[in-house]
């Protein structure tokens, strides 16, 4: 609730600098019942106790050592200038070639409001040589909705696969479905899903057609991480038959149905047509059904330092349209 007690001290642990907002803050805290601050102020004490300095130091070195062993989780290849090269060149002999480009995180970097994360210029020219290039075949893959990806890439006539592998559009044609789901099930998620925003300041649901997502990028970090915790203990507990699944994202939870996912749908196109190049690239734990979907023989990259089943990674959007650019020259 905008306004509460709660909030007020929320954002007294966020930014102790913020006095103005505070004080407005404080304000409309006295328009609320006093049974309601007592209740939401229990809480936040609750927690305060719960997490002290010494759950906090041994977080803190536990997240020191995460960082220490990060380099033994890779099973991927850094992409060397030889490597560049050597795909290069597979690119530059094949006849027909097959990109799966994800979005988000890959294309673009993120942002605190995903609407903001809009292409630019930049980024039209990059996919419109790639588009128009002789003998390639170029897909969006995103989890974003039909409606966003419309508005951006539809007058380009890029093709596009939205929301993990539900909706389907080519060469500027409105969207088709690839998969039938159902959505009855959203009704009984999205409380949960509202509950979690009362309850964790500066998060908001994005929903989409089939699906729901959490967005908590925009909380207190450690207090966003507890919550998503939280949110998915309770949500697995929830979707017990109902064939639907929970997407851990970057700073987002994304609940859908189980029988559509990003490799489902890489594994169908490619299947259209004798492809002997074919590239997928991509940030998320959810592109991780694209690499493991496709065949040996594809050239798969993980965007980030993270453990991966692809084949190599690179540390950042700066170095995928790099890479991509590398293919233009074909």
Known sequence: MAGSAYEMNEA?????????????TLKMAFHMPEQEQVSRNTF????????????WANEFMNALNEKRDVGKAFISEKMSKEILNNIGDSYNKAQKRLLFLDYDGTLVGFHKDPQKASPDEELYELLSQLQHQENTTLFLISGRDKQTFGKWFLPKKYNMIVEHGVWISKDGEEFKMLEQVKGDWMNKIRPVLESFVDRTPGSFIEEKNYSLAWH????????????????NTVLRSLIGNDDISVLNGNKVMEVKSSNVN?????????????????????????????????????????????????????????????????????
């Open 44 to 55: 936040l004490q609750n927690r305060l106790e719960r997490y002290n300095v010494e759950v």
């Open 12 to 24: 007294l642990l966020i930014n102790p600098n913020n006095f103005e907002e505070q004080a407005d």
């Open 262 to 330: 990003k490799g489902r749908a890489a594994v169908r196109i490619m299947a259209e047509d004798d492809f002997d190049f074919v590239f997928a690239i991509g940030d998320d734990w959810t592109d991780e059904f694209m690499f493991q979907e496709l065949p040996e023989s594809a050239v798969t990259v993980k965007v980030g330092l993270k453990k991966t089943h692809a084949k190599y990674h690179v540390e950042n959007t700066k170095r995928v349209r790099e890479l991509l650019k590398r293919f233009t020259q074909a």
């Open 216 to 231: 908590y990028r925009n909380t207190d970090p450690d207090f966003g991480e507890k919550r998503a915790t939280e949110l």
